[in-house]
Nanobody, 119 residues
Framework: QVQLQESGGQSVQAGGSLRLSCAGSGRTVSSYAMAWFRQAPGKDREFVAG????????RYADSVQGRFTISGDLARNTIHLQMNNLKPEDTAVYYC????????????WGQGTQVTVSS
């Protein structure tokens, strides 16, 4: 079973940039898709960005479109999230997850990495 681990979260000022990473370990089975989610205090977990194997399509939440870029190697269960022009509303715990096929749920959730953006 693949275990995912996020890293790269820290405190930054508004307008700054961060790069998050998510790496898989354990029994390596390629992912069909991987994604970043985030959860702010008192709010539900929300989708941020995702990437799908093969076609290489990436998809973004409207709130981060044009500021965040997802990249990675799904065969190695590794993705990154380049976050530019960060805003205080981007403050959250960021999680990565994966799908092993198109008709499975997101799983193998990591423990998250905290991103704090101050104004």
């Amino acid at each position: 079973q693949v275990q995912l681990q996020e890293s790269g979260g820290q405190s930054v000022q508004a307008g700054g940039s961060l790069r998050l990473s998510c790496a898989g370990s354990g029994r390596t089975v390629s992912s069909y898709a991987m994604a970043w989610f985030r959860q702010a205090p008192g709010k539900d977990r929300e989708f941020v960005a995702g990437i799908t194997y093969g076609v290489g399509n990436s998809r973004y939440a409207d709130s981060v479109q044009g500021r965040f870029t997802i990249s990675g190697d799904l065969a190695r269960n590794t993705i990154h999230l380049q976050m530019n022009n960060l805003k205080p509303e981007d403050t959250a715990v960021y999680y990565c997850a994966r799908k092993i096929s198109s008709n499975t749920n997101w799983g193998s959730w990591g423990q998250g990495t905290q991103v704090t953006v101050s104004s």
